[in-house]
């Protein structure tokens, strides 16, 4: 049979998986094929999960919360290790802006539906303000430039992650105000409809363990990956190895102590009415995957 991988490049496992030959080496022992669908818009995944166009796709943290409130049947697979410097909020170095709370009232740019709203989200939560009512979110603008809207003073803050963020950094232009670490897990995560997961268990098992190589050819080869990044996505080759090399390229199965770090995300999210409804994140939770993508994960590395 022939498995179908959703691919984005806000996800850089699944990125670099579809440009290497380690999903057919791991799928062939099987009998299974697989391909990939290609898409831009990451928190579409759960939509594409439900309507049967992909089997498994991976975004970061927000988006299967999201999928789930939506009532989209789905199963965590497996996750990235924390990514503490995927990502940053950052603010004018030389602004008005000194802490979370200085943002009240003002605009922040980000990726709504992202792991980016977990963070501004759970951010201004510990400051006692609302996502929803003391700041404006608003998404990236089509051909926008938020680091010139950031300079001119006419956000109060962005959120930026991988090469963008190494570009603006460099600048020395912009200062951390919140990173991400420091906040939520950020962790890349993996999932796939239910009816998949639990009746293939084994394909499952052999595309994690697909990913973990893609994962370590990436970590072992970061010249060669951020070549192949500012070829096809644009920046430098420069801020592409810096983003790269701040990100961990290590698996591990969807634990319990997994899902309660997404708990706490959907509870914010209801809280603040980015959901509008209560999700019990532990019906996604399959403790039967956790034994076959770990030994697969071992395996692989």
Wanted: glycine share 10%.
């Amino acid at each position: 049979m022939t498995v179908t991988i959703g691919v984005h490049s806000s996800n850089p496992s699944l990125y670099y998986l579809s440009r290497l030959d380690f999903l057919a080496e791991e799928l062939a022992p099987l009998g299974e094929s697989g391909v990939f669908h290609h898409y831009t818009d990451g928190t579409r995944t759960g939509a594409l999960l439900a309507e049967g166009t992909i089997d498994l796709g991976g975004t970061g943290s927000t988006p299967p919360v999201t999928a789930q409130a939506a009532g989209h049947d789905l199963v965590y697979t497996a996750v990235s290790a924390p990514r503490p410097d995927h990502g940053a909020l950052l603010v004018l170095a030389n602004g008005p802006v000194t802490g979370v709370t200085g943002l009240k009232g003002g605009t922040v740019v980000l990726g709504i539906g992202s792991w980016q709203t977990h963070l501004l989200a759970k951010a201004l939560h510990a400051e006692g303000l609302s996502y929803a009512e003391d700041v404006r979110p608003v998404r990236p603008a089509a051909g926008s430039d938020p680091a010139a809207q950031l300079r001119a003073g006419e956000i109060a803050g962005w959120i930026a992650q991988g090469a963008e963020l190494a570009a603006a950094l460099r600048t020395g232009d912009f200062r951390v105000l919140v990173r991400t670490g420091d906040v939520i897990t950020d962790r890349s995560v993996f999932f796939a409809r239910r009816d998949f997961a639990e009746g293939r268990p084994e394909v499952v098992a052999a595309i994690t363990a697909a990913l973990a190589r893609a994962d370590a050819w990436v970590a072992a080869n970061p010249a060669g990956a951020a070549a192949i990044a500012a070829a096809d996505l644009g920046g430098s080759a420069e801020d592409w190895q810096a983003a790269l090399t701040a990100l961990p390229w290590r698996l591990e199965p969807a634990t319990a102590s997994f899902v309660a770090e997404q708990q706490e995300a959907a509870d914010i999210f209801h809280g603040v009415g980015f959901i509008d409804r209560t999700i019990t994140v532990a019906d996604a939770h399959l403790p039967a995957l956790e034994a076959p993508v770990a030994a697969a994960l071992a395996k692989a590395v």
